[in-house]
Every structure is written in C-alpha cells, then in structure tokens.
C-alpha cells in the first residue's frame, strides 16, 4: 500500500518528534544561559525517549510506502530506528559529564546529534534511490561538523576537512552511479527498478558499473574498504563521545542502505529464496569487499600504540565481519548482520566509553598508559576486558555468539573460504584486544599514575550497563534472537 504526503504524517512521529526536540534545543540553548548544560542534555534525553517510544509504538504495523514511495515502514526499518535512537540516547548520556564538550558546545552537539539521528533514520527506510542519497547527506553534513566542533584544536579541524572532501567525493560517485541507474531502467525507486531489470535488456557492463559507484556512497558510511581511509584520522581527531557515536550509529546506517538496495533493488525473490539477476555477481564482489575489509582493518590494528586508532582500525574489520551476511541474500545471513550489530553496539560503546572515562581524567590513550589499571581502577579494568573479550569472539560472551551466528550462515551457502578468512582474521584481532588486557593486568606499571582514576558516576553506571549484556547475551541469547527475526521482514513492493 502506498500512501501520499498527508496520509504518511502518521507513521512519521518519530522523525517528527526528534525535529521538534532540535528546534526545542536550540531554544533552550539561546535562553537559558550558565544553566544550560543539564537543560540541553534534559531535552536531548527527553526527546530520544519520546522518539524511541514512538518507534516502538510502529512494532507490528503492516509494511506500508510512505510519501509516495519515497520510504516505507517495515519491520527491518523500525528495527534500525530503535537501533539508532538507543545508540544515540547513550552517547548523549555519555557526553553530559564529558569536558570538551560539555563546556561550550554542548547544545550545538546534541542538536546536530539529532540531526545525524533523522538523517540514519530516513537512510533506514529509504526506498528511493535519490531519496538514499538526500538522507545519505543528511547523515553525513552533521557528522561533519560533529567532527571538527572543537574549533581550536587542530587535530579537531583537520578531521573534519578530511572528512568532508572524502564524503564528497563518495557522494559525487554515488549520484553519478545512480544517473546510470535511471538512464538504463528509467526510474530511481526501487521496486520499478527491480521490475525493469526482470524484463531485461540491461547490459551488464553498465549495470555493473553503476552498482560499483553507488557502493561507494554505502561502503564510505560503513568505512568498507577502499573507502575507509578517512576513518582513523577522523577518530583520532574528533571528541571521543563523538567517535564512539560514529563507530556504531552512521556505520549501521551504511549497512541498513546496503541490505535495503541489494535486497529489493537488486535481487528477486524465486521459490521463497532471494538470488541476484543473471549476469550481475554482485553477491560474489560483496565477498571480496568483505574477507579484504576485515583483514586491512585487522592487520592495520595490530601496529597501533594508541587505543582509540586501534578500535577504528578494528571498526574497520568489524564492517568486513558483517558483510559476510550481506553476501548469502538469505534470511539467515539478513539474521546474523542485525544479531551481530546489536553485539557490537554493545561491545564497542562499552571500549569506548572507558577511554573516555580514563582519558578525561589523565589526558592519555596510549596503550603504555594503561599499565596497572586492572589494580588502580578494576570498574574500568574488568568491563574493558569483558569488552575486548567480546570484540574478539571468545566465549562466553555475546561477540562470540555474532561470530558464530555470522560464519553457521555462509558455511550454509558452501562459502567456506570466506568462513575461513573470517577466522584467520578473529585470530589476528586475539593479538591486539589481549594486548590491553595484558597491559592492564600483567605490565610493570612503571610511571603510570598511581592514584586512582575518578570516573563520574553515570558513566561508571553506563559501562556496568553495557558490561553486563555483554556478558549475559553470551549464554542468553533468545531475546536478541527473537528480536533480529522479527526484523528481517524488508518491504519490496514498487
């Protein structure tokens, strides 16, 4: 079913009420003076509460096309709405007692948070192919300035020009990839597009092409190599509560796009099963993507001595793990991307949000500066190690069950090369995520500080938070399952 503008106004609360909070916070910003900071983080917090509740609200609603087509709500698209906003709802939190930004441009971040938050949102549920790239932009123009809001730090203003003269170049690949799309089939949205290619007459060379340079506006969100260059210098630069939104909110943005274009765009369904077009090996040159992403993103971790580069060269690899079950085009491959991200979301705001609660207190990142705090802070130390346990797929914690989910669904599609790559590459990453366990644990401390690192209480209650389903979806993991079924439902219609 589709519906016009007026009629979609309904199924488009969540979106509204995050424009209303943006509004609401540049007001309270500009009027309430020296008591602004609680105020803004209140009215972020309030409005990521009310938008979340709006979404979930959406559960159980039929598959419908909202705006003419432009997007539709299913169930794969409220998933990732509820994903984004959670994800958010906890950076804000983290950000609140953060100094950098907390000091002077607490409102302008939260502000362009939310921003970031509708654009992931409209990218989610997205249907249209110029619709993508209008929410692609608006994902990206906020993250932008998210990156270089530190003015005076230099390390602050070049990520974000790097930042942006990369996102532009993947941008003017995209649309130009998408020009070749509607000059072969004639239409941008998706449906039609599918329908056009069923009726053939579409060369495979310039299909092929065209799909190339629309990946490259989807894989620059994901840092899927070899669009990913920009992402240790734009971590390092930007305000860690920034990064650690980043690494998990914009990247499940990327790969939401990816699924949504491959599986309704480009791929029929025959007999119940998914499979590509005849003559566009898309599923082949996704594999290759993958198996060398995780790899350079793994191998260039291993020779890092600062903890925040490490865990973007890990986020790197993090993204070739889950194009694995991009791949398969089956639901089980669609099950084990949505079970792996929710993990990962997990895993990796937990490793992030302790270098934030130690950085602010010593101003270091380093891994030598770690030594002996799994004496001097074990509620830092035991959470991190939780995490990087996670991060590595050792049992029994939740990344192992990702891992696991990930590699049973291409060992079902006789992809057992790309099973083994995968592997390899879990053994590769044991190196550098035990290497911070080592440090904290086992290195001499030799000038580390010896008094203990003071960490505010909500951030001390955040990590716990996350330690502890980290650990938990390890065993119990019937909830999380459940939860990425009901999600695989992606609308296909014209």
């Known amino acids: 079913m589709t519906l016009t503008n007026v009629q979609s106004l309904r199924y488009f609360v969540p979106e509204t009420v995050l424009s209303l909070a943006i509004v609401a916070l540049l007001v309270v910003d500009m009027l309430a003076g020296g008591r602004r900071r609680g105020l803004n983080a209140a009215v972020a917090c309030a409005g990521l509460l009310a938008a979340f509740v709006a979404a979930l609200l959406q559960v159980g609603t039929e598959p419908v096309a909202l705006f003419e087509g432009m997007l539709v709500l299913d169930p794969f698209g409220i998933f990732f709405k509820l994903f984004f906003i959670a994800v958010t709802l906890v950076v804000v939190l983290i950000v609140h007692p953060?100094?950098?930004?907390?000091?002077?441009?607490?409102?302008?971040?939260?502000?362009?948070?939310?921003?970031?938050?509708?654009?992931?949102?409209?990218?989610?549920?997205?249907?249209?192919?110029?619709?993508?790239?209008?929410?692609?932009?608006?994902t990206s123009l906020p993250s932008y300035l998210l990156t270089s809001v530190l003015r005076r730090d230099t390390k602050s203003s070049e990520a974000g020009l790097k930042y942006v003269l990369f996102g532009a170049a993947a941008s003017?690949?995209?649309?130009?990839?998408?020009?070749?799309?509607?000059?072969?089939?004639?239409?941008?949205?998706?449906?039609?597009?599918?329908?056009?290619l069923l009726a053939g007459?579409?060369?495979?060379?310039?299909?092929?092409?065209?799909?190339?340079?629309?990946?490259?506006?989807?894989?620059?969100?994901?840092?899927?190599?070899?669009?990913?260059?920009?992402?240790?210098?734009?971590?390092?630069?930007?305000?860690?509560?920034v990064t650690a939104f980043f690494s998990v909110g914009p990247k499940a943005a990327g790969i939401a796009v990816l699924l949504r274009f491959f599986a309704s765009g480009l791929a029929t369904t025959q007999d119940g099963v998914r499979v590509p077009f005849a003559g566009l090996d898309w599923p082949f040159l996704l594999s290759l993507l993958s198996?060398?992403?995780?790899?350079?993103?793994?191998?260039?971790?291993?020779?890092?001595?600062?903890v925040k580069r490490m865990l973007a060269y890990s986020s790197i690899a993090h993204a070739g793990y889950m194009l694995m079950g991009a791949v398969l085009l089956t639901d089980s491959g669609f099950q084990a991307i949505i079970f792996y991200l929710v993990v990962y979301g997990l895993m990796n705001l937990g490793a992030f949000l302790v270098v934030i609660a130690y950085s602010a207190e010593t101003r270091r990142e380093d891994f030598e500066h770690y030594r002996g705090l799994g004496w001097r802070r074990p509620l830092l130390a035991v959470p991190m190690a939780f995490f990087m346990f996670s991060l590595t797929g050792i049992p029994p914690f939740a990344g192992f069950v990702g891992k696991v989910y990930l590699f049973k669904a291409v060992i079902e599609r006789d992809l057992y090369w790309l099973a083994f790559v995968g592997i390899l590459n879990s053994v590769?990453?044991?190196?550098?995520?035990?290497?911070?366990?080592?440090?904290?644990?086992l290195d001499d401390p030799g000038e580390a500080p010896a008094e203990p690192v003071r960490v505010p209480r909500l951030h001390t209650a955040l990590i716990l938070l996350l330690a502890v389903p980290t650990l938990v979806f390890g065993f119990r993991f019937g909830l999380l399952d459940r939860l990425s079924s009901y999600s695989l439902r992606i609308f296909t219609g014209s």
């Open 172 to 196: 003017g690949a995209m649309v130009y990839g998408m020009s070749l799309f509607y000059g072969m089939t004639g239409t941008l949205a998706l449906g039609e597009l599918r329908q056009a």
């Open 291 to 306: 198996a060398v992403t995780m790899t350079l993103g793994n191998l260039a971790a291993l020779r890092q001595n600062n």
């Open 428 to 441: 590769v990453s044991l190196y550098y995520y035990m290497r911070i366990v080592k440090t904290m644990y």
């Open 201 to 241: 007459g579409v060369p495979t060379g310039p299909l092929l092409v065209a799909t190339v340079f629309v990946l490259a506006g989807f894989g620059f969100k994901m840092s899927m190599v070899p669009f990913h260059s920009w992402t240790p210098d734009v971590y390092e630069g930007a305000s860690t509560p």
């Open 98 to 138: 953060y100094g950098e930004l907390s000091q002077r441009y607490h409102g302008e971040s939260y502000a362009m948070m939310l921003g970031t938050v509708i654009g992931m949102c409209l990218l989610a549920t997205a249907n249209n192919l110029l619709m993508m790239y209008l929410a692609l932009e608006m």
